[in-house]
């Protein structure tokens, strides 16, 4: 599984972005989708996921109320919009799946297909 992360970009605090994953192969609808960043000499952290099937959401504290994950089924593509956003958002953004038969979990290091990160820049 191949996954493309897109959309990144700078913008002012308060603005919009909005991410885009699309894997290649017809995986989604055994898979748990998530959104992760990690910010410079941080460590990566979860941000968003969604379960394919059934559209569970799940949201880290930090971006409840201002991200909100989403799938499109006709696509298929994994969106992240971002709104709100703050100089703390600042990080390299990547999208990773997880099997949905070993549950869901936050930690990183339960994900997998990492693909090349998008980086999203908001200056205050």
């Known amino acids: 599984v191949q996954l493309q992360a897109s959309g990144g970009g700078w913008v002012q605090a308060g603005e919009s972005l909005r991410l885009s994953c699309a894997p290649s192969g017809d995986i989604f609808s055994k898979y748990y989708m998530g959104w992760f960043r990690q910010a410079p000499g941080k460590e990566r ?10 559209g569970s959401t799940y949201y880290a ?11 499109d089924n006709a696509e298929p593509t994994v969106y992240l919009q971002m709104n709100s956003l703050k ?11 997880r099997k949905r038969a070993y549950g869901f979990t936050r930690q990183p290091q339960d994900f997998g297909s990492w693909g090349r990160g998008t980086q999203v820049t908001v200056s205050s």
């Open 87 to 97: 100089p703390e958002d600042t990080a390299v953004y990547y999208c990773a799946t």
């Open 45 to 54: 952290e979860f941000v968003a996921a969604i379960t394919w099937t059934t």
């Open 61 to 71: 504290d930090s971006v409840k109320g201002r991200f909100t994950i989403s799938r």
